[in-house]
């Protein structure tokens, strides 16, 4: 079973016990996070697809660390200007374990491939 999250303008595929980085969140009181946006819920050879969430889906997740990532230099010249400028910048994430997809009930349709039916009649 497999989910399609977005958190923070990105898109994540996830599953139970899998740990992602997300942007960062605020740490929650009781390290509990909980997922409203979900996109896409495979279950078995079931797949239910929002329009454009899942209703009544939810991930749970459980809030582990605020973590750092990788460092970015910016360098930018001028050539035969005397013009020098660095910058950088480290972004900071927040590092989620999923504990639980819930889907309750399933409003969202089946997306089988169905055979259309044409009767034709002369």
């Known amino acids: 079973m497999f989910a399609i999250i977005e958190s923070g303008g990105k898109q994540f595929k ?5 740990t992602i980085l997300v942007d960062l969140l605020e740490e929650p009181q009781d390290n509990k996070v909980t997922f409203e946006n979900v996109l896409l819920v495979s279950k078995d ?11 009544n889906a939810t991930v749970e997740g459980e809030y582990v ?11 930018k ?8 400028k660095r910058t950088g910048h480290r972004q900071h994430y927040s590092m989620v374990k999923i504990v639980k ?10 997306t089988v491939a169905t055979k259309a039916v044409v009767s034709s009649e002369e």
Do not use: C, H, N, Y
């Open 14 to 18: 996830v599953v139970e016990g899998q």
């Open 45 to 55: 050879d079931e797949v239910l697809v929002g329009k454009p969430v899942v209703e």
């Open 65 to 75: 660390r605020e973590e750092k990532g990788k460092k970015i230099d910016v360098f």
């Open 77 to 84: 010249m001028k050539r035969r200007k005397s013009t020098k």
């Open 101 to 110: 997809i819930d889907v309750a009930g399933g409003a969202a349709k089946k």
